[in-house]
């Protein structure tokens, strides 16, 4: 079935810094691809998202490219803010059945000043 | 602005009581969800509703059921409360695809069943 691997956390960086936190995926076909963030207290908000291979989706200084060669979909930042500090969630969309999402389990982030 | 409401924030109930979790839209969306979210699992889909008294399955149906009567209302019932049912309830909803229309999530439910 499908899957997505999400690297293990927390994350903790200094602000300025570089971010990458890893997402892998099993899937057939060909997925579209997403990460969502959570800051505390609150729900899920779509950071951005990936629609076909070599695309890349940004947002907020964020970036993401799927890479259908590597099954990845790395997010990065050039530099972390303390308002990034958040739980991040790869997740994808199974060919054919648009509607349901599979997420990985999500990576904290703590940026510190 | 967009919104997804669930009923409740935090949720106490005991071992055995029947749970009505509620969840509206207000954007006229096809889709909606129910996920749960647990530490070191992430989301898992419970079930999802793609029109008005359709649902199917997700990858942990066991111990739940839904209710869609309406377009914009989606609720979740645990039939008969267990501790292992303690857990973040997150309902979502979206358009036709969620490739062309994002899911909007509520802020969730938080329950301790007792």
């Known amino acids: 079935g499908n899957s997505v691997t999400q690297m293990e956390g927390p994350v903790t960086l200094s602000e300025e810094a570089f971010l990458t936190i890893n997402c892998t995926y099993t899937a057939t076909g060909y997925p579209s691809l997403f990460w969502y963030v959570q800051y505390p207290g609150e729900g899920l908000q779509l950071l951005l998202k990936a629609t076909k291979a070599d695309d890349k989706g940004s947002n907020k200084g964020f970036e993401a490219t799927y890479r259908k060669e590597t099954t990845s979909f790395h997010l990065e930042k050039g530099s972390v803010q303390v308002s990034d500090s958040a739980v991040y969630f790869c997740?994808?969309?199974?060919?054919?059945?648009?509607?349901?999402?599979?997420f990985g389990t999500g990576t904290r982030l703590q940026v510190t000043l | 602005d967009v919104k997804v409401t669930q009923s409740s924030r935090y949720l106490v109930k005991r071992t055995g009581e029947k749970v009505f979790l509620e969840c509206v839209q207000d954007m006229d969306h096809e889709n909606m969800f129910w996920y749960r979210q647990d530490p070191g699992l992430g989301l898992r889909l419970i079930y999802f509703?793609?029109?008005?008294?359709?649902?199917e399955k997700g990858d942990i149906p066991e111990g739940y059921s839904v209710s869609r009567e309406k377009k914009e209302r989606f609720s979740l019932i645990l039939e008969s409360a267990s501790t292992n049912q303690t857990s973040m309830y997150l309902c979502?909803?979206?358009?036709?695809?969620?490739?062309?229309?994002?899911?909007?999530f509520g802020q969730g439910t938080r329950l301790t069943v007792v």
């Open positions: 997740a994808l969309v199974k060919t054919g059945t648009a509607s349901k999402l599979t």
């Open positions: 509703s793609y029109d008005v008294k359709m649902k």
């Open positions: 979502a909803s979206s358009g036709q695809t969620v490739i062309n229309t994002e899911a909007f």
